[in-house]
């Protein structure tokens, strides 16, 4: 495999350190619901990790790459949902090989200041 063309549902093989440094800001494991529209339906699936920059979602039908859609979440101890529009940057599809859960990661496109400041003391608060 080309490293520098991975296929679309696989991430290439890294070490940990080579995967924080590509991933840029540090994941906090956590799951919380999420709701979340597709062309066709409205969706609740549930989280796997969360950034500041984005959160991978676990589910049996990631949506294409590339997708943008809207979502909505709740930050434990959080008194209101977290609304924002994602991207779909990555996928894995179910019955990919190998240690990843199916889902999607996504980047946040929007968050407001008010979002982003819940979400910074959250990742400081847990240390990630």
Known sequence: MNRSNPAPNA??????AE???RRGPRRLPLEVQIEYESTEDFLTDY???LSLGGMFIRTDNPLELDTRFRL??????GDRNIDTVAVVRWRV??????PMTPGMG?????????????????????GA
Do not use: I
């Not at 599809?93 to 190998?98: E, V």
């Open 19 to 21: 995967s924080d440094e």
């Open 106 to 126: 996504v980047r946040f496109e929007t968050l407001s200041p008010g979002d982003r400041r819940a979400v910074e003391k959250l990742l400081l608060a847990w």
């Open 72 to 77: 909505s979440f709740r930050l434990p101890e």
């Open 93 to 98: 599809a179910p019955g990919t090989n190998g």
């Open 11 to 16: 991430r290439p093989n890294t070490t940990e």
């Open 47 to 49: 989280t796997a990790n």
